[in-house]
């Protein structure tokens, strides 16, 4: 299943991937494909809960992902066993009293870089909601990652910069996915088929350049340096 929204996601982190690209690179909530989908040839632990992707028809797990069956709240890895951790649009999905938890335990695998990042606050409730009810009127399935984003709490700015805050290593917070951005990339979701070759073609940097437009941010990204 390719997403135009995912490649949006990825442009976030392609310079710390290429950056640690002969390092240990560990993605948390990657199902099945995770980064591998933009940076091929890049070999990764990818974990996750279950590697159905929402029981969407999919690829089989790439080759160069490892995957590791696991809950985010107990990795089954040592302290500081990767140079990068990324966790990409994972946090909302989890329960609001086990975040700090499960950010606590992201950083407790890193070396170095450690990226998550999230829907977050009433612009990407709002942004949700419009989308569900668009594919509602047009007969479409609403998604099940979808389906999750509104049934639980979205991650709210104040509580998630406290949570990274009490890991006491330098925070760079950003946000990411303008509104423009945002309606750009589901109009061409919905078209189909242009969807895959502009995922396949379109570069990082046309998508960048429309995410510099102003807009309420959908999303907030948190790189820690944890040496």
Not at 38 to 66: C, H, K, Q, S
Not at 111 to 117: C, F, I, N
Not at 123 to 130: P, T, Y
Not at 164 to 170: E, S, T
């Amino acid at each position: 299943m390719r997403m135009l929204n995912q490649k949006v996601r990825y442009g976030l982190v392609r310079h710390l991937v290429q950056l640690h690209r002969h390092d240990a690179i560990c993605e948390v909530g990657s199902g099945r494909t995770g980064l591998a989908r933009y940076f091929p040839g890049i070999r990764f632990v990818g974990v996750d809960l279950e590697f159905t992707d929402y029981g969407a028809a999919a690829a089989p797990i790439t080759g160069e992902l490892r995957a590791v069956v696991a809950n985010a709240r107990a990795l089954p890895f040592r302290d500081g066993a990767f140079d990068l951790v990324l966790s990409l649009d994972m946090i909302e999905h989890v329960s609001a009293a086990d975040r700090r938890a499960v950010v606590c335990e992201l950083a407790r695998i890193t070396r170095e870089d450690l990226v998550v990042a999230f829907p977050c606050g009433e612009a990407a409730r709002g942004a949700d909601l419009r989308e569900a009810s668009a594919l509602t009127s047009r007969g479409r399935d609403v998604p099940g990652w979808l389906v999750e984003h509104l049934t639980g709490a979205y991650p709210l700015p104040g509580e998630m910069d406290a949570v990274f805050a009490g890991l006491r290593r330098p925070v760079r917070v950003f946000g990411n996915e303008t509104a423009l951005l945002r309606r750009v990339v589901r109009a061409i979701e919905w078209t189909g088929r242009p969807e895959r070759l502009l995922d396949r073609f379109l570069p990082f940097v046309v998508l960048e350049a429309l995410d510099a437009v102003g807009g309420a941010t959908m999303r907030r990204a948190y790189h820690v340096r944890m040496t």
